[in-house]
């Protein structure tokens, strides 16, 4: 059975910073990993989706990367801003139907 | 940009009652997705759709819970009787697949409070 582990579970840096968020996973045999953003009381906004024959993908100040063989994925946020105040869950898919296993997600909140 | 929508966005309703959520995935998109969320947790999936069939309800509560997709488009889930632990969010999420690839867009969910 997947098993989705986060770290840190909150961390809060301030404005400006680069940061690191963790991803392990217990089961190597998936089919992408995806990282979203979760607003309080919002729904998901999908940040990347990474395919398991790739090693990382990047969209503006957001670069996440993938080791399949190390159940490790890491989502990397350069300049932190305010605005990327927000749960950060990422979430690998596998088995017959695909399916998405989440994490408990990182707490970020970026002082101004 | 096309969204997942879905409703109502809050609703409050006694334990033993009936409730039942709507979702309209992004046009074209085939799979659909209901999870349920319990605050301070990651999504959990309930059931999931392949047009109108069922593909994966091993975490629904069939004594409870049941959802439909009748003509392969929008989706409803219900809950009857509801008890004070379905308190959650409940999100639904559709995708298209191109490539062999699966990317998961989610709506807004529906807060659901069970007094």
């Known amino acids: 059975k997947q098993e989705v582990t986060q770290i840190p579970a909150a961390l809060s840096v301030p404005e400006g910073e680069n940061l690191v968020l963790n991803c392990s996973f217990t089961?190597?045999?998936?089919?992408?990993l995806q990282w979203f953003r979760q607003d309080p009381g919002k729904g998901l906004t999908s940040l990347l989706l990474?395919?398991?024959?790739?090693r990382e993908q990047t969209s503006g100040r957001l670069n996440a990367s993938l080791d399949k063989s190390s159940g490790r994925s890491t989502l990397y946020i350069a300049a932190s801003q305010p605005g990327d105040s927000a749960t950060y869950l990422c979430a690998p898919s596998g088995g017959a139907t695909n399916k998405l296993i989440f994490g408990t997600g990182t707490l970020l909140a970026v002082q101004p | 940009e096309a969204e997942v929508a879905q409703s109502p966005r809050y609703k409050i309703t006694e334990k033993s009652q009936a409730v039942a959520f709507w979702c309209d995935p992004i046009s074209g998109h085939a799979t659909l997705y209901w999870y349920r969320q319990i605050l301070g947790q990651g999504p959990e999936l309930l059931v999931q759709?392949?047009?109108?069939?069922?593909?994966?309800d091993s975490q629904l509560p069939k004594d409870r819970f049941s959802a439909e997709r009748l003509k392969g488009v929008d989706s409803t889930l219900k809950i009857q009787p509801a008890e004070l632990g379905d308190s959650a969010m409940y999100l639904c999420?559709?995708?298209?697949?191109?490539?062999?690839?699966?990317?998961?867009?989610f709506g807004p969910g529906t807060r659901l409070t069970v007094t």
């Open positions: 990474i395919q398991s024959s790739q």
């Open positions: 999420a559709s995708s298209l697949e191109t490539g062999g690839v699966y990317e998961q867009y």
């Open positions: 759709f392949q047009d109108e069939s069922v593909v994966d």
């Open positions: 089961d190597s045999a998936i089919y992408n």
